[in-house]
């Protein structure tokens, strides 16, 4: 079986401005992600996990390295757009990814709208119908972002990328500013997306005990760099790499072998 998703020898710079020095954000990544695999980013803040991320998809661009998206070099305008096609984005903060003027169904409706899909009555249901999916209710869609928890919006970021039949959803933080029992939820929801669409998940994190819960395999990001990769249970039974020891140590006695 081939990648969905590929990138190798990524490089990224941001030029300083005035008296900021420049910042390596990425110096060498290298990533692989099979159709349907659930793939944990992990490391501390700063490490290069959003840089690497928004690259994967073409929000950023690389300073040096390739993305191949099914074998192919993604090089182009339309290359990244038929890659947007398999692969979707979610942003940590909701409350910043949807447009306070839009209602929930449009904003949701936006994607399929571009790309001309269906009359506007097959939207409007398809858009009812993955509301359902992701928990809310089909007359949700009719109501302002402004009325909803940090929670249902995530969920319905969730549904926006998913209404688009993505191969592989992208979710940066996506929990992190959630309660933990709200956090537990979306996670479900995610497992749930996976069993029953088989979307590929990539997950980043800084805890430890969700990318374990949730991943099949983990990379470790430190400084720019992926340190080490395992699958989830290899890495939490033989951390090879110092950071990751150190970044095991730091999960709260307990919780290093058990679930969330
Ligand atoms: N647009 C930018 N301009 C300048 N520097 C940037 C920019 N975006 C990221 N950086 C720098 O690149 C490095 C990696 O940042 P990045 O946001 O990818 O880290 P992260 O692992 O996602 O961190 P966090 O866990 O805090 O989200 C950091 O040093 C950051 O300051
Ligand atoms: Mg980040």
């Given at each position: 079986?081939?990648?969905?998703?590929?990138?190798?020898?990524?490089?990224?710079?941001?030029?300083?401005?005035?008296?900021?020095?420049?910042?390596?954000?990425?110096?060498?990544?290298?990533?692989?992600?099979?159709?349907?695999?659930?793939?944990?980013?992990?490391?501390?803040?700063?490490?290069?996990?959003?840089?690497?991320?928004?690259?994967?998809?073409?929000?950023?661009?690389?300073?040096?390295?390739?993305?191949?998206?099914?074998?192919?070099?993604?090089?182009?305008?339309?290359?990244?757009?038929?890659?947007?096609?398999?692969?979707q984005y979610i942003f940590?903060?909701?409350?910043?990814s949807?447009?306070?003027?839009?209602?929930?169904?449009?904003?949701?409706?936006?994607?399929?709208?571009?790309?001309?899909?269906?009359?506007?009555?097959?939207?409007?249901?398809?858009?009812?119908?993955?509301?359902?999916?992701?928990?809310?209710?089909?007359?949700?869609?009719?109501?302002?972002?402004?009325?909803?928890?940090?929670?249902?919006?995530?969920?319905?970021s969730l549904?926006?990328a998913?209404?688009?039949?993505?191969?592989?959803i992208i979710c940066d933080?996506i929990?992190?500013?959630?309660?933990?029992?709200?956090?537990?939820?979306?996670?479900?929801?995610?497992?749930?997306?996976?069993?029953?669409?088989?979307?590929?998940?990539?997950?980043?994190?800084?805890?430890?005990?969700?990318?374990?819960?949730?991943?099949?395999?983990?990379?470790?990001?430190?400084?720019?760099?992926?340190?080490?990769?395992?699958?989830?249970?290899?890495?939490?039974?033989?951390?090879?790499?110092?950071?990751?020891?150190?970044?095991?140590?730091?999960?709260?006695?307990?919780?290093?072998?058990?679930?969330?």
């Amino acid at each position: 079986m081939k990648p969905l998703l590929e990138a190798t020898g990524i490089v990224k710079e941001f030029r300083g401005r005035g008296r900021s020095l420049d910042v390596v954000a990425l110096d060498g990544v290298d990533i692989s992600i099979m159709p349907g695999e659930i793939v944990g980013i992990v490391g501390e803040s700063g490490s290069g996990k959003s840089t690497l991320s928004r690259i994967l998809v073409g929000i950023e661009h690389a300073t040096k390295g390739v993305v191949k998206h099914n074998d192919e070099v993604v090089a182009s305008p339309a290359d990244w757009r038929t890659l947007r096609l398999d692969i979707q984005y979610i942003f940590q903060d909701p409350y910043l990814s949807l447009a306070p003027h839009m209602t929930v169904g449009q904003s949701i409706g936006d994607g399929l709208e571009i790309r001309g899909e269906g009359t506007s009555a097959e939207r409007s249901k398809r858009i009812g119908e993955t509301l359902e999916m992701v928990g809310l209710k089909a007359s949700d869609a009719q109501s302002y972002p402004a009325v909803f928890s940090g929670g249902q919006r995530q969920r319905i970021s969730l549904a926006r990328a998913l209404i688009l039949n993505p191969k592989l959803i992208i979710c940066d933080e996506i929990v992190s500013g959630l309660d933990v029992s709200v956090q537990a939820q979306i996670l479900n929801l995610l497992v749930e997306l996976h069993r029953n669409q088989g979307v590929g998940i990539v997950f980043v994190s800084h805890d430890l005990r969700v990318v374990k819960y949730l991943c099949d395999r983990i990379l470790v990001m430190h400084r720019g760099l992926v340190v080490e990769t395992n699958t989830t249970e290899n890495l939490f039974a033989h951390p090879q790499h110092e950071y990751t020891q150190h970044l095991l140590s730091c999960v709260p006695a307990g919780l290093s072998s058990s679930g969330i």
